[in-house]
């Protein structure tokens, strides 16, 4: 099921719907609750035209991000993929695509994600960073952090370990603990941008997706979050600064 969504006149979304019903889903005992967002993080990356990628308002109130993918057309990093679980279950999964490719995407993904099969369940992001290519027009490279949340809304940090394989098909690629997914394409040289972090107690519950202009295939130039609050049902919501 596909559909379209205008935010604020300037911003649209495309959303795909798959849920997960594997052996690994859960229905946790403790429900939270996403309190108000944030204001949007800084941009890792360029500014562009702006594209807000979330889950619709009706269900929004219970879905965060846990990665992001992207995938190229003739070298332009045109479709890119946020993906979302539920905090309270997580056999319950959305994706969330944007394609400016104007055609089918040819290159394999890179991916930077908290997979429950690698990773503690109930792991979120909490910030993003993009590595560009020389000329800093094109996003190459993705690395995301995290925090596992606790059964209070509380966030726990993650446990560093052995870097997995490159699942794009390079060579060793960094010296970055599991704590830190990261994957990049050859054009990145380590060419790492600043940080689009959220704030403290907050994890990230929508992508803002930079975009350069002109005709498609249009590249992802940058990266920003928005971030929510997890708290227990009834506790009173206190906004970010």
């Not at 190229?72 to 979302?84: G, I, Q, W």
């Not at 599991?178 to 992508?207: E, F, G, L, V, Y």
Request: proline share 4%; hydrophobic share 30%.
């Amino acid at each position: 099921m596909k559909a379209n969504h205008i935010w604020s006149g300037l911003v649209i979304m495309s959303v795909w719907c798959m849920v997960s019903t594997g052996a690994l889903a859960e229905r946790y005992e403790q429900e939270l609750r996403l309190a108000e967002v944030s204001e949007p993080t800084k941009i890792s990356g360029f500014s562009g035209t702006k594209y807000r990628v979330a889950v619709p308002d009706s269900q929004g109130d219970e879905y965060a991000l846990y990665g992001i993918t992207s995938e190229e057309r003739r070298d332009n990093p045109c479709y890119v993929t946020v993906r979302t679980e539920n905090i309270n279950d997580s056999g319950k999964t959305l994706d969330l695509k944007k394609d400016l490719c104007g055609g089918k995407e040819t290159s394999s993904p890179i991916k930077a994600e908290y997979l429950n099969k690698e990773y503690d369940k109930r792991v979120f992001m909490t910030g993003v960073s993009v590595c560009m290519n020389n000329d800093n027009t094109r996003v190459k490279g993705i690395r995301i952090r995290g925090k596992q949340l606790g059964d209070d809304g509380s966030l726990i940090d993650l446990k560093e370990s052995t870097v997995p394989e490159n699942r794009s098909g390079l060579s060793a690629y960094n010296t970055s603990p599991t704590s830190t997914p990261t994957d990049m394409r050859a054009h990145c040289n380590d060419n790492w941008k600043k940080w689009a972090q959220c704030p403290d107690a907050h994890i990230a519950t929508a992508a803002i997706l930079h975009y350069e202009a002109g005709k498609e295939p249009r590249s992802l130039t940058g990266l920003e979050l928005e971030c929510r609050r997890v708290a227990l049902p009834g506790t009173r919501a206190v906004r970010a600064e």
